[in-house]
DNA sequence: TGAAGCTCTGAACCATGGTTCACTTCTTTC
DNA sequence: GAAAGAAGTGAACCATGGTTCAGAGCTTCA
């Protein structure tokens, strides 16, 4: 054996993979999925398009590790708001607050996760994904009934609605591009929310 | 001139695209947008896959016509139910009650309409109807507001959840098979929204 | 430095599925 | 019935874009 991968070898290699997945969210948030070809990726990251099977079996799989970073950034950041400190409301209030500002200042990335056109593969992911977003949301809606912060309901379809209100609002150029309409838009969108979940209105 | 389209031939080849637009609906519930081939559409109209380009310039232009058909009827039933007889209130809880329930009735197409994957021709007529199933929606709330049956709101972003919450319900397998179940999920759904809009709960 | 084995390249390859077209079949008119 | 012309056929064509692979260039180790 006149060969064995290096240590430091080994970490280049990791490092050119993660870089590859770093390109290739941004290509996706920039220009979809649907254009977002290996050779675009590949292009951006700087290797041949070649190259990138080395790092991933196949177009598919470099597209599901993309989905799975970046979806799975979204549900990890909403999990500690709405599981964080607070009472039931308080929470909710600010998880959507959350959720909607972070698709806003990353629009071309929620639209890439929540809702543009994606091969079979990644619309499986974002099956899955969309129930983990659902899921939190009906955690704490749960909790706020349970603490009579809520009225009874069906915290399934609550949590529904929360999802595809911000969605709604992300899929169409409908939040204005500055500040103070942005600011606007949240308000509204976190005062819908409460209502929806049958909070008092403040 | 030895040869002249008869008024029997014209309305012929126009059962034919008729029965093509039908047949290609019905392969798009069942098997979805990126299932729906050329070939798979003939078969289905008991045609050849050469023959369809005779009532339509490309396969894109055919899924459009197959969109904007079924998606029209649903518009046009849900204006129906939201513009008719009633307080704004009321109108709203039979709106998402009609349109849920459409929905799913025929959860394949209902599908194909609000979320699967389709080609880009089909998505922007997608954008295009959510905004008018939106805008049906805005304006009963507009009116509901106006009314002082409900408080002061952003009617866009009520209506955005509106269809969110009801695309969400369908997009997986959420609501059970038998009868009950689904009954109940629609009267779910339907307090949802009017809690959303804010309408005193029953 | 040389041998061995790996990474990287990018042009060729190939699968898929929409589209075309030479040909057949049917309809109309004389 | 025959000519003219449209509709219908389906196999061949072609564009797109993911995947492969033979060779070039590196890295490791003796």
């Given at each position: 054996m006149a060969y064995r991968k290096t240590p430091a070898e080994i970490s280049r290699l990791e490092a050119a993979r993660e870089r590859l997945i770093g390109c290739a969210t941004e290509v996706v948030a920039d220009v979809g999925w649907s254009?977002?070809?290996?050779?675009?990726?590949?292009?951006?990251?700087?290797?041949?398009?070649?190259?990138?099977?080395?790092?991933?079996?196949?177009?598919?799989?470099?597209?599901?590790?993309?989905?799975?970073?970046?979806?799975?950034?979204?549900?990890?950041?909403?999990g500690e708001v709405l599981g964080g400190a607070g009472d039931p409301v308080e929470r909710l209030s600010r998880g959507v607050d959350v959720f909607a500002r972070r698709a806003l200042e990353n629009r071309g990335l929620a639209y890439a996760l929540l809702a543009a056109p994606a091969e079979p593969a990644v619309g499986a992911e974002r099956?899955?994904?969309?129930?983990?977003?659902?899921?939190?949301?009906?955690?704490?809606?749960?909790?706020?009934?349970?603490?009579?912060?809520?009225?009874?309901?069906?915290?399934?379809?609550?949590?529904?609605?929360?999802?595809g209100a911000i969605g709604e609002v992300l899929v169409d150029p409908l939040a204005a591009a500055d500040e103070n309409a942005t600011q606007q838009l949240l308000a509204d969108l976190t005062a819908a929310a409460l209502r929806c979940a049958g909070a008092p209105t403040a």
């Open positions: 254009q977002a070809s290996v050779n675009a990726v590949a292009d951006a990251a700087g290797i041949a398009a070649g190259s990138v099977y080395q790092h991933f079996p196949s177009k598919a799989a470099l597209a599901v590790e993309v989905f799975r970073r970046a979806a799975g950034r979204e549900v990890e950041v909403l099956l899955d994904f969309r129930r983990r977003y659902r899921a939190l949301f009906a955690e704490v809606v749960r909790e706020g009934v349970a603490a009579g912060q809520l009225p009874p309901q069906n915290a399934e379809i609550t949590a529904a609605a929360l999802t």
